[in-house]
């Protein structure tokens, strides 16, 4: 006879056990509802199909990452992250001046000169008439071509990192106020293109978030930039929303997770953002893509009346801050 100290435990009957079990699921459930609508996302394999309110939560999840899959910004330094070259004469161009002007006089440029080297030898005069439509010609002229020499001479090697010379930091905030302060300057992370002439900070923004990007897709090197230029901005907001499901503040870098209220105001601001590029180009030219079908033409020096008197006009404030464009 065995001794109850050794005798194996009594188990429960099966109706209790079923009972016990159906209301531990049934509370958990309940309990655990709300909290899968904030966590689970649509790449989730765990997906509670008897729930018609989560149903409904990731019907309206996909939808929106749908939305942006289809609202996703348009940009030339995408077009030609293969080629940094390509890349910083792009940047060039399209400093203080808008993607509308800016992007054919670029693609008409690399016809003419399609190496560093075509146009480090390129004919300043010549260069200038080309680049006259977006003002500032002879400051642009002198960089591209400057740049251009150096970039062939002393080629940017992706793990030779160049000192980046100080920029003016987006989050750093003044002493005596809480609002931000573009004065103050801090110290940019090296780069393999710092030490060309021009390489500021539009220049490097965009070759680490495009160029390392293409360079490595599993480099995440763009999670740290902090751009200031709006597109660049809206377009990491993208970036990190669409592959990260994280929403991205551009003024402190912090990330949260993704949600339905702050995906549709991200939803709303691409939208926005898409429908102002469409009024201001035409039907058959996409600014920022591959493919331009349109021509800028620039202001003729015999045409008189309202256009030359606002062109004159233009053109004598352009000058006046040509100083600021490579600073």
Same mark, same amino acid.
């Given at each position: 006879m065995l001794s109850p100290y050794f005798s194996p435990p009594k188990k429960g009957s099966k109706f209790?056990?079923? #009972?016990?079990?159906? @209301?531990?699921?049934?509370?958990?459930?309940?309990?655990?509802?709300?909290?899968?609508? /904030?966590?689970?996302?649509?790449?989730?394999?765990? #997906?509670?199909?008897? @729930?018609?309110?989560?149903?409904?939560?990731?019907?309206?999840?996909?939808?929106?990452? /749908?939305?942006?899959?289809?609202?996703?910004?348009?940009?030339?330094q995408e077009s030609v992250a293969h080629d940094p070259w390509k890349l910083l004469v792009a940047v060039t161009l399209l400093n203080k001046t808008t993607g509308k002007v800016a992007i054919?006089?670029?693609w008409r440029l690399l016809e003419k000169w399609e190496t560093p080297l075509a146009l480090s030898n390129a004919n300043p005069e010549e260069l200038r008439n080309h680049i006259r439509a977006l003002g500032t010609h002879n400051i642009r002229s002198k960089r591209l071509i400057e740049m251009s020499r150096v970039y062939h001479y002393d080629p940017p090697v992706e793990y030779d990192l160049r000192p980046s010379r100080p920029v003016v930091s987006p989050t750093k905030r003044s002493r005596k106020g809480g609002t931000r302060s573009r004065r103050l300057a801090e110290k940019y992370p090296p780069t393999a293109i710092s030490h060309l002439p021009g390489a500021g900070t539009y220049a490097l923004d965009s070759y680490r978030i495009f160029c390392l990007s293409h360079q490595d897709p599993l480099c995440e090197e763009w999670t740290t930039v902090l751009p200031t230029d709006k597109e660049l901005v809206l377009f990491l907001k993208w970036k990190w929303a669409y592959q990260q499901r994280k929403i991205w503040s551009p003024i402190s870098g912090n990330v949260t997770k993704a949600d339905i209220p702050l995906l549709e105001c991200l939803v709303r601001e691409l939208s926005e953002y898409h429908t102002r590029r469409t009024s201001t180009c035409p039907s058959n030219g996409i600014i920022g893509g591959s493919q331009q079908t349109f021509v800028v033409k620039p202001i003729s020096a015999s045409s008189t009346g309202k256009h030359s008197t606002e062109g004159a006009v233009k053109s004598k404030r352009k000058s006046q801050y040509a100083w600021r464009i490579y600073k």
């Open positions: 209790f056990e079923q #009972v016990t079990t159906h @209301e531990v699921q049934n509370q958990s459930s309940t309990e655990s509802s709300e909290e899968n609508h /904030q966590t689970i996302s649509p790449l989730d394999d765990r #997906v509670p199909s008897t @729930e018609p309110l989560f149903l409904l939560y990731f019907c309206q999840f996909a939808y929106l990452y /749908q939305q942006l899959a289809r609202l996703k910004p348009i940009l030339i054919p006089v670029f």
